[in-house]
Nanobody, 124 residues
């Protein structure tokens, strides 16, 4: 069983920054693709960003590209989401997820394990 634990959510003003972290219990962590998703009230869960095993390849949703950065520290079994220039529409519960496949994928159903989520609220 894999446990993913997100942290770092909270309340931030529009234009501000927030760093989300996700610690994974799966070893070896370094072989897996990791992703971030988010779900706003009344909306479907949507893809935000993904990163390959080495950190050398990343992929972003159009809505966050240029503002958010996904990274990972395999020695710490942790993946990060640096959120800059946040907007009120970024308000959502943010989830990290682990994909046992090898390619960067964007579908919710393609990820195998999920964290419990962390709330991010952006005030205008």
């Amino acid at each position: 069983q894999v446990q993913l634990v997100e942290s770092g959510g909270g309340l931030v003003q529009a234009g501000g920054s927030l760093l989300l972290s996700c610690a994974a219990s799966r070893r070896p962590f370094s072989v897996y693709v990791m992703g971030w998703f988010r779900q706003a009230p009344g909306k479907d869960r949507e893809f935000v960003a993904a990163i390959n095993w080495s950190g050398g390849s990343t992929y972003y949703a159009v809505s966050v590209k240029g503002r958010f950065t996904i990274s990972r520290d395999n020695a710490k079994n942790t993946v990060y989401l640096q959120m800059n220039s946040v907007k009120p529409e970024d308000t959502a519960v943010y989830y990290c997820a682990l994909d046992q496949g090898a390619r960067l994928r964007v579908g919710v159903h393609e990820y195998d394990y999920w964290g419990q989520g962390t709330q991010v609220t952006v005030s205008s």
